[in-house]
């Protein structure tokens, strides 16, 4: 049976999704790559000044998150010189640097692959806090579970310390459910490629770095909406697990941490110039 009330309901939301995403879509284009430009990475360690992210008994996840990205920049700066790949950090210290910023950033750059590094962590009530664990990469997707979903409303929430966010956010409302079902509207172009750079870096965090497997998952983030490339979300471990967090910041941690996310590139790089060799013959 057709609810008449509700038939308008939908009519009008889709109406407003429709404005929302014409509003929202031009800040996401992608430059094309000039023929023999340097393979560009864009390392986004998530949060950093105001904005802490989720918080451990000793440190807090913007710490780890830049500790990872830089130590992730340098081997990769290290291993390949500047005409074959190079790194551009949304951040390299401690500052501010808003969600559409980082995209915006990435865009300018031409990035040909996005890799947002973050913790994760699970509600401060939870009985699970001390002993949660595991490592787990995200894709955009839709395949969300309620779980999922709570991760990607503390990711994007970070977007309310703006106090003009609900107009450079088209008025997305990262707490409320129904803003999600804007971007099943918006189709990723990238997502084979997204998916295969997530595999390789969950099959590393797992067999280098020794992390549980939370296997790979699909959500809604507004860094990987917004940026015109393959693009992941890394959620290295639980920060909120004492455990977990002695190692994720210690030297051993970030070093297995970074070179498995290392690995994971240098394995996707390497796929990458092999299939671009092979379309220009
Ligand atoms: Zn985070």
Known sequence: MIDPKGHLRTILMMAVIAAIVMCCSPICQAKTNAKNAPFTVVIDAGHGGKDVGAKGKKTNEKSINLKVALALGRMIEKKYSKKEVKVVYTRDG??????????????KADGNLFISIHCNSVDEKSPRRNTVNGASVYTLGLSRSKENLEVAKRENSVMMLEPDYTTTYCGFDPNSAESYIVFEMNQNRHLNQSIKFAALAQQQLVSHAGRADKGIRQDIFWVLVHTGMPAVLIELDFICNPTVEKYMMSDKGIDQMSSAIFNAFSEYYRSAKKAAKASSN
């Open 94 to 107: 401690d500052y501010f640097v808003t969600l559409q910023g980082r995209c915006n950033k990435a865009n």
